[in-house]
């Protein structure tokens, strides 16, 4: 079995596209009929983000840790304790690919980090879009670490210790970690995830304030752009 995991805070405005993709993606036909579960992690939302997800019949549990390495760590272990061999992680304000899940596993890899495409730069200015446009790679060899597009076995996940309780960088810290063990790490753009370049983000070190700080001086894109 698959596992997909959606760290989820207030997020009614885009979870119901975001699980709509992933619901095409478990289907895809390269899976082989292979069970995906689909898993929401409720982190403290007093919106409609728990109808929404309920509605559309995937999987949640409900935390209140306002934190999104601990959101996604409560769902991978909910993963791992129903079987899961496989184990990917998206974003609420995100959107993958319909082969997304499947180009995961044909990397062959202890770990997958995919790159990403922004929905909308209306946010933006053009300066912001242009120096993205310049410095991200959006190629195979890419060193870019997104939470919204990264998959990992679940013996490699076990082996790092999973997700850190980190308000951000958790997705970073995870790959460093896979890294420090010497697991394999696929850095490929076949794993398509198209994400928002929304103002309001939720990680306050993540990719959407690095959007912001391209509107000043950036020489260089972190790596958790």
């Known amino acids: 079995m698959i596992a997909v995991i959606v760290p989820a805070h207030n997020e009614e405005d885009h979870i119901a596209a975001c699980l709509q993709s992933l619901t095409a993606a478990s289907a895809c036909p390269d899976l082989a009929g292979e069970r995906v579960l689909l898993i929401v992690v409720l982190d403290d939302c007093s919106d409609a983000t728990q109808t929404i997800a309920a509605g559309l019949g995937v999987r949640t549990v409900v935390c209140h840790a306002r934190n ?17 061999r496989w184990l990917a992680f998206t ?5 993958v690919a319909p082969n997304w899940i499947a180009q995961q596993l044909c990397q062959q890899a202890d770990a997958v980090c995919g790159t990403v495409q922004v929905r909308d730069w209306g946010a933006h200015g ?6 993205f446009d310049a410095l991200y ?14 998959g990992v076995t679940a013996q490699a996940y076990r082996e790092v210790g999973g997700f850190e309780s980190l308000a951000t960088g958790e997705d970073v810290a995870l790959v460093h970690r896979l890294q420090e063990r010497g697991l394999s790490i696929a850095w490929t753009a076949a794993t398509r995830v198209t994400t928002s370049a929304r103002k309001q983000f939720r990680a306050p070190a993540g990719f959407g304030a690095t959007l912001l700080q391209l509107g000043g001086a950036l020489a260089v894109l972190p790596a958790i752009l």
């Open 68 to 84: 999104v390495g601990a959101a996604r760590a409560i769902g991978a272990q909910l993963a791992l304790a129903a079987g899961a």
């Open 91 to 95: 974003d609420a304000d995100s959107e």
């Open 126 to 131: 053009d300066g912001v879009r242009e120096q």
């Open 137 to 150: 790679q959006d190629c195979d060899g890419h060193r870019h670490i997104h939470g919204a597009n990264i």
